[in-house]
């Protein structure tokens, strides 16, 4: 069996933090410990962005616990760190890298601590609403040799759920209609250079578009205090953004970026301290998740509503 299972469990990967690191290895950490006072604080990016065992899995040995961090997110991350490297330096990016860029992406939407959180709740409450509508089923079916009840098999099955949570998360995360959308859109690196304008990023780093693959559809994300990524549907969108000017495109990418922040906002300095006190998390928007739950709530009822109008016939029927 193996040792050493990652305790910490980084939503924000160290590579993407790093990119705003000064001499000293250290950014500036934007949270609010106390009330709405935002406080800024030094920290290496090892020590931020994580949350211990975020992704480890209730009631599992911690070999297969934690497996979401060591075999899922750490390869990506990986891969995405490379992918970046070239980014930056400018180079060509391979197929392979280019759909290393679009998973990391595509996981930045899906794993911070609030979606897993709303992930966990979302399956409990589908279960929690659908399940009496098996009652009827069960109760036709119900093998002559099971003793358990409706209710302790209700019970069993919410138990269950945890490893349904970090399942429908890897395949949220690994969706391949949303990484072939990401790889196919037009990409740049945008790089500002006036003093004063720096880039900040978050627990919501990405900023895009509620839906991807229209000609209007377009997602940004900072990659470090000078860089941003940008990728749109349509050329000419990406020719607009660019021409709107670095002091409009820094103002407003960082608007979004800490409006959006959930619990972290970070920067290169704390020169920013009073924007960010003015806007941390004051915009926030649905994530991923939580428009699937809204989905979810939407059909549940309709759902339940067919399940306990089946018509099952009796026992003595089926045999």
Known sequence: MRTGQP????FLPVFYLKRWAQTDGRLIEFSKPFGDEVKPKRVHPEGTGYISRLYAIQGLPDEVAHE????????????????LKTMLDGGEFSTTQRLAWAGFIATLLSRMPSDIKTLHQTIMELFSTIAPGFENIFQALKPENEVRTFEQMTEELLASAAPRVINHAKSLMSNQRLLSGLAA?????????RAGNEFLTSDRPVIHTNVLGRTDSHLVVPIGPRRLFVAVSDRTLMEKIKSVGEDKLVSATNAAVVGAADKFVYGRSDSQLRFVQNRMGGTPVLSLIERMRVLQKSHSDDVLKTLRELAIPARNGLE
Do not use: Q
């Open 185 to 193: 859109m037009e990409w740049s690196v945008l790089t500002v250079d």
């Open 68 to 83: 979401m961090e060591r075999e899922f997110l750490s390869p990506i991350d990986s891969r995405a760190a490379d992918a």
């Open 7 to 10: 305790i910490k469990h980084h």
